[in-house]
């Protein structure tokens, strides 16, 4: 079955680079898109980006000056890095799955990223 | 940006109650809208997609409505399982966007 996970640190200290993983399973990287989403604590959901089966990426321009996403397709693995963290990066991090009308059908548990020093 | 305007905020019903979350879209989106049900301590889990698909296994009490920069969520026969926000989001045009979400709760 589809099954997404992010994996990553905890804390991050300010102006520093996060660097997150998403192991996926149940589907391939190079037929599927796999995109971030972010969540601060309390607060609605904001997609930062997202890599296409061709390896192709499209990025929030909120966002597209500090971030980059790549995958290892031989180790179905999707990675987010994004550099010079704020606390307001404070957030739970989502991978999630591209369904076929570009809305998302399978997300992962979510990882807790706090920035702070 | 298209913006994404949820209401209400909050919402409190009774069991067996039908429910009706809104949320309009800052210009034309042309169906293309999902739901989402996120409760507390999880990943959100789709719904309803291109305004009115029902995901597959999510119960039929769940429909969802609308066009153009006006859509709608309907929860017939509310149910305890159902305690949860909803969150509404536009695929039409990047940056993808959501809406600020609803927390329905328990009368």
């Known amino acids: 079955q589809v099954q997404l996970k992010e994996s990553g640190p905890g804390l991050v200290q300010p102006s520093q680079t996060l660097s997150l993983t998403c192991t996926v399973s149940g589907f391939s990287l190079t037929s599927n898109s796999v995109h971030w989403v972010r969540q601060p604590p309390g607060k609605g959901l904001e997609w930062m980006g997202g890599i296409w089966g061709d390896g192709s990426t499209d990025y929030n321009s909120a966002l597209k000056s500090r971030l980059s996403i790549s995958r290892d397709t031989s180790k179905s693995q999707v990675f987010l890095k994004m550099n010079s963290l704020q606390t307001d990066d404070t957030a739970i991090y989502f991978c999630?799955?591209?369904?076929?009308?570009?809305?998302?059908?399978?997300w992962g548990p979510g990882t807790m990223v706090t920035v702070s020093s | 940006d298209i913006q994404m305007t949820q209401s209400p905020a909050s919402l409190s019903a009774s069991l067996g109650e039908t429910v009706t979350i809104e949320c309009r879209a800052s210009?034309?989106?042309?169906?293309?809208l999902a739901w989402y049900q996120q409760k507390p301590g999880k990943s959100p889990q789709l719904l309803i997609y291109?305004?009115?698909s029902l995901h597959t296994g999510v119960p039929s009490r769940f429909s969802g409505s609308g066009s153009g920069t006006q859509y709608s969520l309907k929860i017939n026969s509310l149910q305890s399982e159902d305690v949860a926000s909803y969150f509404c989001?536009?695929?039409?045009?990047?940056?993808?966007?959501f809406g600020g979400g609803t927390k329905l709760e328990l009368k």
């Open positions: 210009e034309d989106i042309y169906n293309g």
């Open positions: 989001q536009q695929y039409y045009d990047y940056p993808w966007t």
């Open positions: 999630t799955r591209l369904g076929p009308d570009w809305y998302f059908d399978f």
């Open positions: 291109n305004a009115n």
